[in-house]
């Protein structure tokens, strides 16, 4: 959990008023978004309209447009965030030809084009500021038959791209980056799969090296040092239709022993999916925070974010609130349930306690 999120936590409890955590806790609250529920525009320091609209984080949002580009047919993603990072990424599809439409705030529909239905762009892919939307596509255009540019906003310029620019090298792909930075021109090539152990726990890593790995020649194995979150992994597990053959084929993509292995050679294609983004995310944390000063209980159906990222549920459940999970599912490959939060007066926790999920 970002310390930005904890220390607007530790803001609400009774410790008295810090005037730096007060102004920690504002940007973490503040959603601006127009609410479904009732019409209007959420104040500037509560997202509590129930069920309240807001999307998902933008890893997620990333992989799931990638991968429904990706698909044969439309695939539906919901959850939505319409800032300048997602936005990036449906910049971006469009330039590489495919169609992508605006349902309402927070649903698109992506009309994919199957595993080799990109287009060469005509200008360089203007990332923004978005890194995630650039290291995804880095490993998508690797496996493409064409060149392209990735370059973005003078803060984008300045973040470093090697930790994915170096592993797609290895796969036998024609990354340069600027100094390590972007721009990045990357040459689509003949890849190879690789047995990579990441030297830090990424889901964007991981999920930019996938999007190559299935366009390589051989598996590609992903060894991880620790959790980091899977979306990606789950979303193309339930997209994946294996490839037929005689006496049945194993699973296209494995986890087992701290690693995820990716075949792509058992692929046949990418089924559309209904895309549910996890709905429990920085933007909303401190609205659940704020679950101890409703009269009544409130529920929302969301998606349920595994446990990769419920750290913040366990931190309000140390002090003292109360949260029941409740219809547990599955949906798009992600699980689901309903949230229950009751009121309850929070008990104060010291920093050591809750440092861990930073």
């Known amino acids: 959990m970002p310390m930005r999120a904890v220390a607007g936590l530790a803001g609400l409890v009774e410790t008295g008023d810090e005037p730096g955590l007060r102004a920690a806790l ?18 500037s320091t509560t997202c509590l309209a129930w069920p309240c609209p807001c999307a998902g984080r933008q890893v997620d949002l990333t ?21 300048g990072d997602c936005q990036a990424t449906v910049h971006c599809l ?30 360089p892919l203007d990332c923004r500021r978005s890194g995630t939307t650039m290291r995804l596509l880095a490993g998508l255009m690797a496996g493409q038959a064409f ?35 972007a721009p990045l021109t990357v040459r689509g090539g003949h890849l190879h799969g690789i047995d990579f152990s990441m030297p830090i726990a990424s889901a964007q890593v991981k999920s930019a090296l996938l999007l190559a790995g299935l366009y390589a020649d051989g598996p590609t194995i992903l060894r991880e040092p620790g959790p980091a979150r899977d979306h990606t992994e789950r979303m193309l597990r339930a997209m994946i239709v294996p490839r037929p053959t005689l006496g049945g084929a194993g699973e296209p993509l494995t986890r087992g022993q701290g690693a995820w292995t990716l075949d792509p ?6 089924r559309p999916l209904d895309i549910v983004v996890p709905a429990i995310s920085p933007l909303r944390r401190s609205s659940w925070s704020r679950g101890h000063s409703f009269p009544d209980p409130r529920s929302r159906s969301a998606a349920w974010d595994q446990s990769t990222r419920t750290g913040l549920l366990d931190v309000l459940r140390d002090m003292g609130a109360r949260i029941d999970v409740r219809n547990e599912g599955q949906q798009g490959g992600e699980p689901v349930a309903d949230l229950v939060v009751r009121p309850e007066r929070f008990v104060a926790l010291g920093w050591g306690a809750i440092a861990w999920c930073a």
């Open 94 to 123: 469009r330039a590489l030809g495919i169609a992508v439409d605006e349902i309402d705030a927070t649903t698109l529909t992506v009309h994919g084009r199957g595993l080799h239905g990109l287009h060469p762009p005509s200008a």
């Open 26 to 43: 504002v940007p973490s609250v503040r959603c601006g978004r127009r609410c479904t529920h009732d019409g209007t525009d959420h104040p």
């Open 265 to 270: 050679a058992q692929i046949d294609h990418l």
């Open 147 to 181: 060149a392209s540019v990735l370059t973005g906003d003078t803060q984008l310029r300045r973040r470093p791209m090697e930790r994915v620019a170096a592993p797609l090298r290895q796969m036998g792909g024609h990354v340069d980056t600027t100094d390590g930075h």
């Open 63 to 83: 992989s799931g447009l990638l991968l429904g580009a990706l698909a044969q047919g439309d695939s539906h993603v919901s959850g939505f965030l319409a800032s």
